[in-house]
């Protein structure tokens, strides 16, 4: 069985995230999302939230699972039976990066990660920018699903 590991902040979910998930649960017997904290990150939306919205993206594939962890992304995955990370290219500048990521995650655990080249449409939309965006007020359909577009506004133009 293929079990794919799309790990991310979610900080929040955005129209790119999900165009991904939606790729991989035509390739994978079990695709799950998982939240993780990277250090150099503040989160805006907490953990529950983010869990919340993911979920509510989700809930009609059933083969998608949505979990948060703690620690490292292999320790993670290999508790979890995942046999490949996924990762998101948006474009070169991810490369160099995602590069990093995946060549340690090979060495502290044997985990191989593929990388999906992001549709073109998403290719601008970070999670960075939706906030900013929507703090400023502005309404976010462009950038984030439907479903979570009013949940995602009303945070972020609270603030
Ligand atoms: N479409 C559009 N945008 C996308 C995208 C897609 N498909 N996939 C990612 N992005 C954007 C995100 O919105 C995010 O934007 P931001 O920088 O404005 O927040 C950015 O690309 C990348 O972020 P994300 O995918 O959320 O990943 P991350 O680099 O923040 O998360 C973890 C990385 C959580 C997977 C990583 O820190 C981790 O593994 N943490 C656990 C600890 C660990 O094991 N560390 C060692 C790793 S080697």
């Not at 904290?37 to 059933?62: C, D, V, W, Y």
């Amino acid at each position: 069985m293929s079990i794919a590991l799309y790990p991310g902040t979610f900080d929040p979910p955005t129209l790119g995230h999900f165009n991904l998930i939606q790729r991989m649960v035509t390739h994978f017997d079990r695709v799950l999302v998982a939240i993780g904290h990277n250090g150099a990150k503040t989160p805006t939306f907490p953990s529950e939230e983010r869990i919340h919205l993911l979920k509510t993206l989700t809930r009609q594939m059933g083969s998608v699972e949505v979990h948060a962890f703690d620690g490292l992304l292999v320790d993670f995955a290999k508790s979890q039976g995942v046999t490949v990370i996924v990762r998101g290219l948006r474009s070169l500048l991810d490369l160099e990066y995602e590069q990093v990521q995946a060549q340690m995650n090979r060495q502290l655990g044997g985990m191989e990660t593929l990388f999906l080249m992001v549709d073109e449409k998403y290719r601008c939309i970070s999670s960075t920018l939706v906030r900013e965006i929507g703090s400023l007020g502005k309404r976010l359909h462009a950038f984030v699903p439907q479903e979570i577009e009013e949940a995602v506004f009303h945070r972020l133009s609270s603030l």
